[in-house]
């Protein structure tokens, strides 16, 4: 079994910068593929970045070129680097790691891009 702990959400303006960071309770050396997704208000959640085993990473279209997906088998965490973030970008953003043909969830940070 995995836990997940997102942190380094926040209350940003437009243009900003956050760092989100998804801490594992194992190591995620093992683990296929750590995914960052993100759920605004009534909307379905969405595939934001995958980051697999071998570091082949894969962002959703609409954070191309202002976020980047990255992990560090040493401190078992992935991080999502958030730049140049638009109102568009507010949502609950979720950490979530495939592993033995199981999904695990974080419980989310909130991330928040005031105009």
């Known amino acids: 079994q995995v836990q997940l702990v997102e942190s380094g959400g926040g209350l940003v303006q437009l243009g900003g910068s956050l760092r989100l960071s998804c801490t594992a309770s194992?190591?995620?050396?093992?683990?296929?593929?750590m995914h960052w997704y993100r759920q605004a208000p009534g909307k379905q959640r969405e595939l934001v970045a995958t980051?697999?085993?071998?570091?082949?990473?894969n962002y959703a279209d609409s954070v191309k070129g202002r976020f980047t997906i990255s992990r560090d088998n040493a401190k078992n965490m992935v991080y999502l680097q958030m730049d140049s973030l638009k109102p568009e970008d507010t949502a609950v953003y979720y950490c979530?790691?495939?592993?033995?043909?199981?999904?695990?969830w974080g419980r989310g940070t909130q991330v928040t891009v005031s105009s």
């Open positions: 980051v697999t085993r071998l570091n082949w990473t």
């Open positions: 194992t190591s995620i050396q093992g683990i296929n593929a």
């Open positions: 979530k790691a495939d592993y033995a043909s199981h999904n695990y």
